[in-house]
């Protein structure tokens, strides 16, 4: 077996193991929502700023790139539409996302593995306490509540960085492009989006907490560990995109 | 009466064996000083002994309880009987010194805000800490940070305590007031090892010493015998040092 080949095979089973730690801890006492709420404010609250950027900015390049391509066609008027469902069932999402396992991922792997060189997480262990329990859950209890709600956000100001640019440089009425946006977009791709998200959510913080909680070579290794851990995460999300559309799509044909 | 028994305790990390075949015991109230050079595994035996570590065979008990083979769920019993005070301190950096040193008592007791208030002023008095416990850790000094370390390790007045390396990087007059802590600790009662190559705190707080070598115990015997052997003494110090 390479070595590449054994690490891959470690990467899988020390997640899934960690997925396993984590659903079999969730529920059992104590919870610890002191930490969960810390944790909601420092991934939620203050990925806000960041992600509603970046949600503005693809909004009005889209509605601009829609804008210059569509008008020769003169069919402008499909930009609300076609913003908005792009927008709302893939962009969002992934841009959201992205966004969120560079800024929180990042963040989670650096301050998690600072803990296991520091010997805080042994510290945590030897005062008889959990680091799944204290560390891990409350991370992927807040990524997992945080991310669907940035998203959501996002997909709103993304639709309304379209409107902007709609109306200021492609001449198009903001109550039309409003009235089209709320006949195209339908509950179900709202949550295909959405939905999406909570997976995407766990693809960030499982293994930013498995990389942080197996770092290796002292603060040398902080870094390598951030590195990999917003990597996988990214890979995961954009591989994973492909599944999780497929899978919404066989359920919503089910309907 | 023996509090903690290692037998035959064997560790390998990767290709290096850092413990061939480790014995020993240590009976209720003792202080054992495990003495050896860098790198001779003094600090993966004391991990053991809580579950940091797991051994690839032999046995570690300690106050009754079999360590080895247990699960993180079952060691946490031991673990709140069994202090370890960590090289650093490895205090938690986002708490302050207060909450560092409260977090057994909010983790372990029923104890209201109120008790567990004054048993940490009362125990920041102790180890002449007053005034720092709403410092954070990185505003502390070296001394502190071990005494803070050694406050929040025996606030639930363990049976058996675990001092990792407690004088190293310290100044003479902090290595005193640490020594001092640990005869006073071990006048309660309680049971110690003291993993140092400090030879001087070794003698003077240590009842018994073990010197490991080459994956083994190679020397075990009472402080006193020793204090009358200089000889002995400068053999230690010198094998000691020789790494």
Known sequence: MTARTEKFLDFVGGNSLLTGKVARDLFRKPLYLDLLIVQIQSVGMRSVPLILTVAMAVGMVMALQFGIGLEKFGAKLYIPKLVAVSFVRELGPIFASLMFAARVGAGITSEVASMVVTQQVDAIRALGTSPIKKIVIPRVLACVICLPLLCAFANAIGIFGGMVVGSLDLRLNAGFYWQKVLATVVLADYLSGVGKTVFFALFIAIPACYYGLNVERGTQGVGVATTRAVVTSSIMILVGDYFLTKLFWIIQSWK | MEIIEVSHFRKRFGSKLVHEDVTFTVNKGECLGLLGGSGAGKSVILRSLIGLERPDSGKIVVEGIEVTGRDESELIDVRKRVAYVFQNGALFDSMTVFDNIAYPLREHTDLGPQAIRDRVLEILQT??????????????????????????????????????????????????TIQNLIIQLKSTGVTSILVTHDLDTALRVCDRLAFLENGHVEDLGAVADLKEDPIQIMQLFVRGKSD
Do not use: C, H
């Not at chain 2, 007045?157 to 310290?170: F, R």
């Open chain 2, 127 to 176: 180890f002449n800490l007053q005034g720092s416990e709403s410092l954070l850790p990185a505003e502390l000094s070296g001394g502190m940070q071990k005494r803070v370390g050694l406050a929040r390790a025996i606030i639930l007045k363990p049976d058996v305590i675990l001092y990792d390396e407690p004088t190293a990087g310290l100044d003479p007059a902090n290595t005193i």
